[in-house]
């Protein structure tokens, strides 16, 4: 048998604007995906998880989209390994599905360590590039970046051109995470904002300019751990995004009642639906809490995680 878990992530800065070469900071939480595996003597590959359960022969599919990264990586350690017979995987999440808080990610990096871990101990470099490898199963287009940070826990930097870079200083942020409990689809999201860019070139330009200055600010406050300055940065971050047509009447309804408590607020994602994430001190976290839960709004409260993949 062989378990491993993976925490999943939140855009802290620079969503939508990383699509055109800016930065964006993104970092790891601490609510995790568990991933266990285990060689059976059968050909079959067994998978079960919250999003359905699925098992076949080596040489068929699922017939569950979400569960192909874990069908990829069965096959391919099988092979890999000349394994004579399937692998059972079980996968269990404290991660909201499909809201933007890295759930398919934390799945390939805990799902990528188990099944590899079978059969060898790869690095975590390795992982990570076998988690990038079953994701684009299902999200073609992917960076990276979420597997990254799944991966290695903290905060990580990342530019399309420039690759990844983690903070070397490790602040513990006290971040409260709400869920508009609506799904979002990012690549529509992302179509949306390319058709405005195409309408408003010179704004869009600009905005870009403005984030990138953003996203600096924001380093040195990590660097310095003041989050009443990184909760400003938020709302000037949001600002942003709102001009770029990603935010809705729920998400602001959701910023305007975290807003009393915290030190700012912003869309964590693509938008359109997803989640707002938070920064506040400690001791206020409580009663952010509550004026959410009063207003029905799914959240809970959640630290930086620096540990990243853990095996076991
Ligand atoms: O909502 P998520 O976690 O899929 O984030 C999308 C982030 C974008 O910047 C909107 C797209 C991207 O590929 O970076």
Redesign the pocket.
Known sequence: MSKASAPGKV?LFG??F??YGVK?ILAAIDRRITVTSQTVGDSVIEIRSDLGASKFGLEEGTDVAELRPFEFLAKKMIKEFAHRGGIKMEIESEIPHGV?L?SSSAACVAAAASVSGLFEKYSKSQICELAIEAEKTIFEST?GA?CTVCTHGGIITYGKGSGFERTEFEPNFSLIISNSAVT?S?DK??AKVAEFRDGNVETFDQLCRKESELIEGAKAEIKSGNPQALGALMGQNQEYLRQIGVSNESLEQIIRVSGSGSHGSKIT??GGG?CIISIADEGSVGSVLGSLERNGTECFAAKIDYSGLETF
Do not use: N
Request: cysteine-free; overall charge negative; charged content about 10%.
């Open positions: 855009i969503e939508h990383v699509v964006a933007g890295g960076s979420d979002h990012t999201i992302v994602g693509a997803g």
